[in-house]
């Protein structure tokens, strides 16, 4: 951990290509960290220069004597490879490459890329970039701004990591604006090695940081990401904005850091499962760490609101439900005591109006009033800024309210509050510029604690590896590791059509279905024949099967016989490999519809109790199966232990890339059984 | 239409309780008019003060004898009817009751207000409010501030009616960051008389307002504002937030205005069919409005991003898929020519990379050469600000470009930009804050040129009104009605349990429904038997279901027989009346499960052909029907007659409350027929 500790606390840096040419990087950087007044010591290496702002400059990284704990790379391309030979010679083992051009660019830097990685492997060193936009450290015994945005940005307690240099910029650009805070700032840039892996763990274990925020555009190791929270080792909340969410978001990403983005359904359900609260924009990536970071966390959805306005509120109101929040029903209690306050006019129920003329002691007792109902976790106080009330003092006076409690503001005033709020605010708390914003952050508090709870979760068992070959496998081989995982599979028969003619024993009424190696949605090609009662029916229906496959251009190779069911429900339960998070399982509607009706819900194979539970429930068709209006439902424990160990199958196979039992029938008398199971088999 | 023109273009003003008192509503009101310099004559009237603000006041109404175009009320409510009374007899007919205290605060207030408005309709006058802030005229010609927010908004084209009071004036306090502009503003409050309908005709006809913007919590009659649409009547953009979206914030918006709210469900679907723009919020509705008064409408949805960093591009094409837009793909010319400006490490692929040295003449090319690319139609701009290139110069020399598609830019800069470019623009478009703003705009502004097309619409037929007893209509009832819309409905017969004992001809199978009219839904009381082959079976299964009605407390009195049909799909097609919308048609998947699928669509029941179209391939089984993987699909023209004639039914029936074909029957020969239909009457 050394490595990464001196990237945010080094005594002492160096900055190999720092420049005297102002608006230069290397000028840039240098001028960031003295402006913000570095605790530690500063060597800028520049063979050609002396002295640049007042740092006595060194011509090389052998010339400075002492003990670098940080070393930051801001030379061109062309010397980079040079100077971390110089920074590893010289025993430094945290390295910043700031400098552009590598895998981003195309085969030539990937290549760079990864000989520079291979020489940081090698002698245990650790770097941070290429291509990124450095690091800083707010707390008062280290003031590092080691990136080439010159602000000055306040202290907190939040840590931020950003993939993209750019969103860096951003929010450093506003951060007198935004009132963003934060301990550590740090650009990873093409995470050749460093990556969110490895600042997810140090912050956890960094007791200045309580809260991790990240911007993301693709996963380095998702499944080794989430393996932290499986393993319950995280006590943080976790958020973070992961773009490259469409079809088109993830080709921009591609092209921008060429890193592989996995697709977005299983990230948003992955980051869920897991408790990490997924931001849809900047704005709710730092609101929600502005929640964390100055207000306790609501212990239930109960929400007040308190308004000297009706419109605003209604916003408010309406964003509860999304957040799975509700309008808090106020005890008659309060509610008498609210009327010795509010105008008579006004309103003494939820949300508690005051109208335009509800001035600072009203708006203060009212706060108080609700913080202190049993039936309130949290409330959210309204004001916009009327001719006859000015906001500050009414705003400080909220600000002064003691309570175990989330109390957030919302203030919609004239422009120079702002400034005024900015300069003389006692309490500093971070102040909502629009009535839903407060909402949206409560609701990811909630999410977070609800989810923070440790769970029992399924791992891999220790199993002897099996060999089968690559692609799907066969029908015996589906058959041996279902009925090894106890999944119920159909019996049947499987004959060439040569043996077809020949069978005689049967028990009526069957299904017949045409194989062919090459054929996989058999239905597309009418390859399915359904409910045959009698030998002459099945042999009529062989021969219009071959007559269908023929049609289309395939063979008939084997025929699959297996006994007709009455079908109630066909579901759906499969799994894949993700080539980011691993073994994911599905479960859902299933039948030939299956796209169109669009009814699934996945998660990642490391299932706990619960999960299983979410992960039939919220399907529309894992309602339908409880039993509705009148039907005996399906007995759910038997739902429960299929998806289950449909996930430890996967688990404990490695070699599972996907896995379908698709149609999973629920019979007329609700039995279930599996009419149809590809298995496919390959290195992941 | 003088009484509505007098509002925003008056040339004389009364203010009936204007006031000496400073943070006065009285006083304030004035101050506004006063500041902002209202080109027109002021007439105070306050019966104790001489002067107030330089103006002349006056003791009553009566002393004026001027004409007066515009009477504006902010005296207390205990003198309003008495102010009312003063303004109709001196002939006044556009009349502004600012004052509060009416139907929001409970019943005496609704009476008050109700006495105010038969006054009001007697004298043939116009009202705005009451409980309201006052209206706005930006024109040089004007120059009317009459609110209590003394801010000076910058003219523009934009027309903004607010419902409540306190989003008008968050919106006015916050104008100098925002920079919105507007031509007309107007606060209507309670709308106990004039409401967005009024104005929604209004400012259609106002030439000088080209895009109108509402904040609605409920629309007073929303029938006769589509009915605007409906007629092809309105050819200016309108863009509504519509609050009060979850069943709590109903509540809220309740409580407030005392307005009912309509099913949000409605009216989104409403809005969409109507091409009505509908914001999420307030930044979407403004930023639309922007976009629409400074940007021409995209031709079509194929956008060009250039940017100077990669994440905030990520981020705007992210947001394409979900608004309809795609990623431009660049004609290899501009491709060729953009090799000539890119840096070689940057990208020339859309979205195009200029890198951090990105510079104002790069960046200024490249946007021209993206504009006339004939597979772009509209572009966005995105630069976050580096240390080496400042951006004020580059946002002016985008500006400068002229095209015939939009142009939209995005700036994330330290705080100093944005004072500068306020001051010193010469061009001063708006500047997006986040890269996802323009990208909504664009899809906004694409979605209502789409849909701005003249189209065909149903209209109610002329026929004789129907009387039949409020309620469920009966079995028979139910048939004439279908029958004579040509809505195929399952032949039944209808017998007492006695009748159904000595039934000697049937031909089977057939289907047993057990009919009592307490009961709704029959199969939750086992009381529907299937596929019923003998007249033994008959009897025991007439047996089973009055045993399971018995059982539950229920009485079989009828018992209906229907043919057995083998079912392959569920429709449900339904309809209901909208206590604001009027007729509403539904389409979906049927049966029982028709909550839990929850699949449905809905339409005002003024369909065009193409809304027909949408209603049935906006669900999911109406793709399925359409024929999947070696299905044979239904029919489509059958069943958008059948869409067309429910229209029609509850278009020309207005006693139709609601109604019901669930199920609607596709068999396994593809035949549609109704198998289930109930058809409620009475008055709305």
Not at 343 to 355: A, F, Q
Not at 475 to 484: I, P, S
Request: include cysteine; charged fraction near 25%.
């Amino acid at each position: 951990m050394t490595s990464l500790y001196n990237l945010f606390y080094p005594h002492s840096i160096c900055i190999v290509g720092a420049s005297s040419k102002q608006k230069s990087i290397g000028y840039e950087l240098l001028n960031s960290i003295k402006r913000y007044g570095f605790t530690g010591e500063v060597f800028p290496v520049n063979p050609k220069v002396d002295v640049i702002l007042d740092y006595k400059c060194y011509e090389n990284i052998k010339e400075i004597t002492k003990t670098i704990d940080l070393g930051i790379i801001v030379v061109p391309k062309a010397f980079a490879e040079d100077s971390i030979d110089d920074l590893i010679s010289n025993g430094i083992k945290s390295i910043i490459l700031i400098t552009a051009g590598f895998r981003e660019t195309g085969v030539e830097g990937e290549l760079a890329e990864k000989r520079i990685i291979e020489k940081i492997k090698k002698s245990g060193a650790r770097l941070v970039g290429p291509n990124c936009m450095g690091v800083i450290n707010t707390f008062s015994d280290i003031k590092l701004n080691a990136t080439f945005v010159a602000e000055k940005p306040a202290t907190g307690h939040t840590a931020f990591l950003s993939q993209s240099g750019a969103i860096g910029a951003a929010v450093l650009n506003s951060l007198r604006e935004s009132g963003i805070k934060f301990g550590h700032f740090i650009s990873v840039g093409n995470k050749a090695d460093i990556s969110e892996n490895d600042l997810l763990r140090f912050w956890n274990n960094d007791d200045r940081i309580n809260t991790l925020t990240f911007y993301l555009e693709s996963f380095s190791n998702g499944e080794s990401f989430i393996n932290n929270f499986i393993e319950n080792n995280i006590n943080k909340p976790v958020i973070i904005l992961k773009a490259g969410k469409s079809a088109s978001g993830i080709k921009a990403a591609t092209s921008h850091t060429g890193a592989l983005a996995s697709s977005d359904k299983v990230v948003n359900a992955v980051l869920e499962q897991f408790g990490i609260i997924r931001a849809n924009d900047l704005n709710e990536l730092f609101n929600t760490a502005k929640g964390f970071e100055n207000y306790p966390i609501p212990r239930g959805n109960r929400i007040a609101i308190v308004t000297n306005a009706g419109g605003p509120s209604i916003l408010a109101v309406d964003k509860l439900e999304e957040g799975n929040l509700v309008l808090a029903e106020l005890s008659p209690e309060t509610i008498k005591r609210l009327k010795e306050i509010v105008h008579p006019e006004g309103s003494c129920t939820n949300p508690v109006d005051l109208l335009p003329g509800g001035n600072a002691e009203q708006f203060k007792s009212v706060n108080k009033l609700l913080l202190e109902d049993d039936n309130v976790d949290g409330v959210v106080s309204i004001f916009v800024e009327p001719v006859m009330v000015s906001p500050f003092e009414l705003v400080e006076g909220i600000n002064s309210i003691k309570s175990g409690k989330p109390l957030m503001q919302v203030v919609m005033p004239l422009p120079e509050f702002w400034e005024k709020y900015r300069q003389e605010s006692v309490f500093n708390y971070p102040i909502f510029r629009n009535p839903e914003d407060p909402v949206e952050v409560l609701s990811n508090m909630l999410f977070y604690s609800d989810s923070k709870v440790k769970k029992e979760r399924l791992r891999p068992d220790k199993t002897i590896p099996k060999k089968y070959n690559c692609g799907y496998l066969s029908q015996q081989e589906t058959d041996v590791l279902l009925n090894e995982y106890n999944i119920p599979n159909i019996p049947s028969l499987l004959v060439t059509p040569e043996e077809l003619i020949k069978i005689t024993e049967l028990s009526f009424p069957v299904c017949l279905k045409g194989i062919s190696p090459n054929v996989i949605h058999k239905s597309e090609l009418n390859g399915v024949k359904l409910n045959i009662s009698t030998f002459e029916e099945l042999l009529k229906s062989a021969n219009e099967i071959e007559r269908n496959f023929s049609f289309k251009g395939f063979t008939v190779e084997k025929f699959l016989i297996q006994p007709f069911l009455k079908v109630k429900h066909e579901l759906l339960v499969g799994g894949f490999r993700d080539p980011s998070f691993g073994p994911i399982v599905m479960f859902g509607s299933g039948g030939k519809y299956v796209e169109i009706l669009n009814d699934t819900s996945m998660k990642s194979a490391y299932l706990s109790e619960n999960d299983i539970e979410d992960l039939i429930s919220t399907t529309k068709v894992g309602q339908i199966i409880k039993g509705v209006r009148g039907d005996k439902g399906v007995n759910l424990n038997i739902i429960k232990s299929l998806v289950k160990n449909s996930a430890r199958m996967i688990l404990n196979n490695k070699e599972i890339l996907e896995f379908d039992l698709n149609p999973l029938i629920v019979t007329d008398d609700n039995i279930m059984i599996t009419a149809d199971a590809r298995i496919k088999w390959g290195r992941s």
